[in-house]
């Protein structure tokens, strides 16, 4: 392994802004962040991008922010480098992978995962699957976690049946693999646009459909639970089961509606490593993925424009 740098190439922002090409700038002399004991150092070989990120530097949590100037980015997966003295749960050279923010708008890292390396505690980290690739495990921590805590909270379980609203989506595309090859689920419904209907098939949906030809607010199917990743109130309320649950992971939320921010936690990574080792639940890139790190404004442009189809991911990163 090739010696630590005492600094570091991250993309970092020292104001806000409306996009990225506004205010993320290329920085090739980042101080290398310290390593707390509870702490490993990881060399970033991918990381993903998620709405959060954007939704980070546009200032719409500056309240509770990291101190600028500040490297974005949740989701790594990458090598453990370097271990604070707690550390027990893995060595260095160990292939990891998580969400690095445990408390995703509480004063998240000030060096996320757009950056060389990066720090996080052990407890938020995973073990990567043997069978993934590093672009492949790095597109999963903040959404599957996402999925699987919005189904835990609905008390999901086997023989019942879910619609979710957004299925082509980084979270939607596991909330239904979850719910039909982790819970068994009797029914998966899932919206997404004409293109992406096959997508949500193979995923796992029995009931794909097509919100640009369909009025979604008048289904004929009640569900017993109803997972929103776009904020569709109306249509969530209008096809949940008397007695149903709706789960929402859109800002601010709605009245009646479970809404909540995940807590990252590397337990769930563990639990799910079997299903994903033996290939029941699957990463799903964007065909575009991944991007070079030299390429991040243009990997937030197009997140931004809410064309993606799975996960954005950027590798390699130097």
């Excluded at 990381?47 to 719409?60: E, I, Q, T, W």
């Excluded at 337990?267 to 991007?291: C, H, N, Q, T």
Aim: hydrophobic fraction near 40%; aromatic fraction near 10%; avoid cysteine.
């Amino acid at each position: 392994m090739s010696e630590i740098p005492t600094h570091i190439k991250a993309w970092t922002y020292s104001e806000y802004g409306n996009s990225a090409a506004d205010i993320l700038k290329f920085n090739p002399f980042v101080p290398l962040p310290e390593v707390k004991e509870d702490q490993v150092l990881i060399k970033v070989v991918a990381a993903s991008l998620n709405p959060v990120d954007y939704k980070r530097f546009g200032g719409l949590f500056k309240d509770s922010d990291s101190p600028f100037p500040t490297a974005p980015g949740y989701d790594v997966a990458g090598v453990v480098v370097k271990l604070g003295s707690q550390v027990k749960k893995f060595k260095v050279g160990d292939e990891v992978y998580g969400d690095i923010n445990e408390n995703g708008l509480d004063h998240p890292k000030v060096i996320g995962s757009l950056a060389e390396y990066t720090t996080a505690e052990e407890r938020l980290l995973s073990h990567k699957p043997q069978n993934l690739s590093f672009i492949e495990a790095a597109s999963l921590p903040l959404a599957i976690e996402t999925a699987y805590e919005g189904l835990e909270r609905a008390g999901f379980s086997a023989g019942k049946s879910i619609l979710v609203l957004g299925g082509a989506g980084g979270v939607g595309t596991h909330v239904i693999q979850l719910a039909k090859h982790v819970y068994g689920a009797s029914n998966v419904a899932a919206t997404s646009s004409t293109g992406k209907l096959e997508l949500l098939r193979k995923l796992g949906a029995d009931l794909p459909i097509d919100y640009t030809k369909e009025n979604t607010k008048d289904l004929p199917e009640k569900f017993d639970v109803v997972y929103d990743a776009v904020g569709d109130a109306d249509t969530a309320f209008k096809a949940v089961k008397e007695g149903g649950k709706i789960v929402t992971i859109v800002p601010p939320g709605f009245q009646n509606a479970i809404y909540f921010l995940l807590t990252s936690d590397g337990a769930i990574l563990d639990k799910l490593r079997p299903y994903l080792e033996s290939g029941k639940v699957k990463p799903i890139l964007d065909p575009k993925s991944p991007f070079p790190f030299s390429q991040i404004i243009e990997a937030f442009s197009y997140l931004e424009s809410n064309r993606a189809t799975g996960k954005v991911v950027i590798h390699p990163i130097p």
